[in-house]
């Protein structure tokens, strides 16, 4: 079992920076693919950016060149960088683990983007 515990959500201006964290409750980078989701109101959860098991990168049309994920092994954290936010941007976002087996859910954490 994969406990994923997700902080830094909040509310920030358009144009303004947040950087989500996901704390892993063991090492499992190593046989996980670590994947950011949001759902917004009303709205299909939608994967946001992923990192693979080997570092490769993915992101959404959405956020590229605004996102970035990464990941530090030695303390099992997960990282969302997210610059120049727009309202769009406003959702719960949640951390999600997964392999060929399982797939892992944080509880989400909450981005508002409003003036």
């Known amino acids: 079992q994969v406990q994923l515990v997700e902080s830094g959500g909040g509310l920030v201006q358009p144009g303004g920076s947040l950087r989500l964290s996901c704390a892993a409750s063991?090492?499992?980078?190593?046989?996980?693919?670590m994947n950011w989701y949001r759902q917004a109101p009303g709205k299909k959860r939608e994967l946001v950016a992923s990192?693979?098991?080997?570092?490769?990168?993915n992101y959404a049309d959405s956020v590229k060149g605004r996102f970035t994920i990464s990941r530090d092994t030695a303390k099992n954290m997960v990282y969302l960088q997210m610059n120049s936010l727009k309202p769009e941007d406003t959702a719960v976002y949640y951390c999600?683990?997964?392999?060929?087996?399982?797939?892992?859910w944080g509880q989400g954490t909450q981005v508002t983007v409003s003036s």
């Open positions: 999600n683990a997964k392999n060929t087996y399982y797939t892992y």
């Open positions: 063991r090492s499992i980078f190593s046989s996980n693919a």
């Open positions: 990192i693979a098991t080997i570092g490769t990168t």
